[in-house]
């Protein structure tokens, strides 16, 4: 993989994937300034490659429209193997508690996680924050709406690399796309393959969000979804979504934000408040058992092929987590 050249602008970022409350009320209210922060979670998509470095990608996997709806969640990397990925850097340790890989630790994998932005004036000082345990001949290469694979965004070669880079020039409203190509298998070594895991967080500032004209907004059709209810109270750890087929839809977007956190509970950085996903399907259940307790709003809209949305995003309904 090439080095990259790219210098450091800003500052702030880290790398995962969950979607901010920002860009919900950004949609809004025009001519706000605001932040929203994606961080990798099991809302990103890995595919597995295999141990054979030779494995060929399938063709256009980085581009935003590529159909990853048959790839599996990137999942939590476990507290003991989590361990093992000690680091002499103090930034990339402290990372260390929201790691993720795939199933199989010492098989290549390709990632990828998709978000939505409004129109804004700019995105400058958005940076996206980078790191990964792995052994020798290891590299992740990066990818922000990058179609071209021979320039990644970033990479990360050699051992325990941390990175954090300005991404605004990469970015632009609606659909965008963060996709990783990892490469464990050159590494022999079995506790450093056990010990394979990424981080990434990107955060994002917008200026000037605009929005689109309530008098085009309400031409639009809706599309209808039929759980969790209006006000429903979970107790336990997997909500589920149901919603209507949308004719014409290729894929749906779902975003929930939290606006009242519950009490008797810490609340940290790296807890989950505000989620994002792209679906397909009619139903899918969310896992919260990281979610911070509170009440929640969420919404969903249908989205078109070329990442367009096809109806207004439904009225915004509540729900408690407990």
């Not at 004036?121 to 990058?146: H, P």
Request: glycine letters at 8%.
């Amino acid at each position: 993989m090439a080095k990259m050249t790219r210098a450091l602008a800003v500052s702030g970022l880290v790398v995962a994937a969950t979607w901010g409350s920002g860009a919900v009320h950004a949609q809004r209210t025009a001519g706000l300034n605001t932040t929203q922060t994606i961080q990798i979670s099991s809302a990103t998509k890995a595919l597995d490659l295999g141990t054979d470095p030779n494995s060929p990608n399938p063709p256009n996997w980085t581009d935003i429209n590529f159909d990853d709806s048959s790839w599996q969640p990137a999942t939590q990397v476990p507290s003991d193997v989590a361990s093992c990925a000690s680091s002499t850097n103090s930034e990339l340790a402290t990372l260390q508690s929201s790691l993720y890989w795939g199933a199989n630790e010492g098989d290549n994998y390709l990632f990828r996680q998709t978000f939505t932005l409004p129109k804004a004036k700019s995105y400058y000082g958005s940076t996206l924050t980078i790191g990964a345990y792995y052994g020798n001949s290891y590299g992740v290469a990066f990818y922000l709406n990058a179609s071209d694979t021979n320039n990644p965004t970033a990479n990360l070669s050699g051992n325990n690399e941390y990175q954090r880079i300005a991404v605004g020039q990469d970015l632009h409203p609606g659909v965008n796309v963060i996709a990783i190509n990892t490469d464990a298998s050159n590494d022999t070594t079995s506790s450093n393959q056990s010990c394979s895991a990424l981080n990434f967080t990107m955060n994002l500032v917008m200026t000037d969000v605009q929005t689109q004209n309530n008098s085009t907004q309400q031409k639009q059709a809706t599309m209808a979804t039929t759980l969790p209810g209006s006000n429903a109270i979970l107790t336990g750890n997997s909500l589920p979504f149901s919603w209507n087929r949308y004719n014409g839809a290729s894929y749906y977007y779902l975003q929930m934000w939290m606006d009242n956190a519950g009490s008797g509970q810490r609340i940290t950085s790296r807890t989950t408040t505000t989620y994002t996903a792209r679906l397909t399907g009619t139903s899918f259940n969310l896992n919260v058992n990281h979610f911070a307790k509170g009440t929640y709003s969420w919404r969903m809209a249908a989205v078109g092929g070329a990442g367009n949305l096809l109806t207004v995003w439904t009225p915004d309904q509540r729900i408690t987590l407990r």
